[in-house]
């Protein structure tokens, strides 16, 4: 069952660009949150760090398949905006519009049964847009433009 707020908070608002500069700055403040905290991630190019805590079976979600994900969603000062079980798709016409950028791109390495989290920069996050999220287990929060978000994440299906 989709979560008729969270649709609407997880559209991806902003069609501005950051430049490389602002871009490369978002991903050095990731970097220094992870450091900060001594997380053991991998990193991708965009800025992106992920951690699987648990690898899972089977193979890697496909742009294709459909999943359910069980997710708590935070801001760097560990409030909790969001936490929700879904279901979801990485790469259709409608998952432009519910999944941001960081999610595309981090989940497509978990498997089913996979945990693990992200920690995603803001130009993959909901970028320069203030946002108001409410989710079936938590109360309306606001997420600040450019934050970085934190997504712990179990994937509990994969089709």
């Known amino acids: 069952m989709i979560a008729p707020m969270m649709v609407g908070a997880l559209l991806f608002h902003s069609c501005k660009t950051y430049t490389e500069e602002q871009e ?7 970097d220094a949150f992870v ?6 991630t991998e990193s991708t190019e965009t800025g992106l760090h992920y951690k699987i805590t648990e690898a899972g079976e089977g193979r890697k979600i496909k742009p294709t398949d459909r999943f359910i994900l069980s997710y708590r969603g935070l801001l760097t000062d560990s409030t909790v905006f ?5 279901t ?8 432009t519009k519910r999944v ?10 978990f498997k089913k049964g996979s945990k693990g989290f992200l920690v995603v920069p803001p130009h993959l996050g ?6 108001n999220v ?3 287990e938590t109360e309306a929060t606001d997420i600040p433009a450019n934050s970085i978000l934190i997504y712990e994440v179990e994937v509990l299906d994969v089709w």
């Not at 450091?35 to 053991?40: A, G, R, V, Y």
């Not at 909901?126 to 946002?131: A, G, N, P, R, V």
């Open 24 to 30: 490369q700055e978002f991903s050095k403040e990731v």
């Open 35 to 40: 450091e900060k905290h001594k997380l053991e």
């Open 82 to 86: 969001c936490q929700d079980t879904d």
């Open 88 to 95: 979801f798709k990485l790469h259709e016409e409608e998952a």
């Open 100 to 109: 941001i950028l960081g999610w595309r791109e981090g989940l497509a390495n």
């Open 126 to 131: 909901y970028k320069d847009k203030d946002i």
């Open 134 to 136: 409410k989710c079936d």
